[in-house]
């Protein structure tokens, strides 16, 4: 199953590469590099400014397709492609503060008028696992697969202490957690079924961490 491999990627990601159609040149697409944040459901979130040129892209066609991977490379290592809308999205108080506590530069653009978060709404996924394995995953899987909200995260983020970590988000598979200058990525031994099952997996990687 594919999924869990899909989600895993997309929550340990920082970077991906947007591909719209370019406005200028017609049938060629435009390619950008820009730092992303996945939502609560493990959709990628993009912070653009209205000056850019993907910005001027997108207003006119809203398909497009994103790549995230692993920072290495190498051939056996897991890539994925998403085709699907990218649309904005207005940040209410929790989405603005997960935004915050994954990259703070991003969130301190939303004082700026020209910039603006946009999500991605997933259509079809490829996901490349390793060589010889590869699959496609659908978008209704975003829609259907089970996941904290962010109330839920939010609340097991302030009832949680990881030693010198700090705590950024937590989903139903794993945590993410900022260790000095770098922002590591903890998978669960087990995907949880809800908030409890987190909270003690929680505490499983705590005690690993201080230990």
Known sequence: MLWPEVMALIRRSRMLALATHSAHMPGYPHVSWLPTVADEAGR?????????????????????????????????KARLTILGDLQPVAP????????????????????????SVWRLWPR??????????????????????AALTLAQEAELIAASVIGAGELLGVDLAGCDIRLGEQIRRFEFATICHDATGVAQALKHIARDITA
Not at 100 to 106: G, T
């Open 44 to 76: 990628p979130l993009v912070m653009i400014s209205r000056l850019a040129e993907h910005t001027q892209n997108i207003l006119q066609d809203h398909k497009v397709s994103v790549l995230l991977h692993d920072d290495d490379m190498a051939l056996e």
């Open 92 to 115: 209410d108080e929790l989405l603005a503060a997960r935004l915050a506590r994954y990259n703070p530069q991003l969130a301190a653009c939303l004082d700026m008028s020209d910039f």
């Open 124 to 145: 079809r996924a490829r996901l490349i696992a390793g060589f010889g394995r590869m699959g496609w995953v659908e978008g209704d899987e975003w829609e259907s697969a």
